[in-house]
């Protein structure tokens, strides 16, 4: 929850919004669909720390071809939009999660 100017603005209920600049994120090239589940990312995490490596975003989604993405966007897949800072090692764990009609 986030009050601005004594106007209540309740996060959770702004996911339309929060869709829209994902989408626009992609379509600039700012971001990519990514479909890992947070317990495949929890295991990216866990694999890497056992293997004394940092822990960051392998970067699996972007092998993902344009048909592939569009298969599980059609078949409902549950995805994230993954910021651009993933390609250059960051761990995303809490991108914006949706599904993208």
């Known amino acids: ?6 106007a209540l603005i309740v996060q959770s209920e702004r996911g ?3 869709g829209q600049y ?4 992609v379509n600039k090239g700012h971001a ?4 890992e589940t947070t ?3 929890d295991q990216m ?6 293997q004394g490596l940092p822990q960051k975003y392998d970067g699996r989604a972007l ?3 344009q048909e592939e993405v569009q298969a599980k966007l059609d078949a409902g897949c549950s995805l994230r939009y993954t910021h651009e800072n993933s390609r ?3 761990m995303c764990r809490s991108g914006y999660a949706a599904r993208h009609d």
Request: no cysteine; proline share 0%.
């Open 45 to 50: 995490r866990i694999d890497q720390k056992e």
């Open 16 to 18: 339309d919004i929060y």
């Open 32 to 35: 990519f669909y990514a479909f």
């Open 63 to 65: 092998s993902l071809t």
């Open 39 to 41: 317990e495949e990312l």
């Open 1 to 6: 929850m986030l009050v601005v100017n004594t």
């Open 88 to 90: 250059r090692g960051h």
């Open 22 to 25: 994902a989408l626009e994120l």
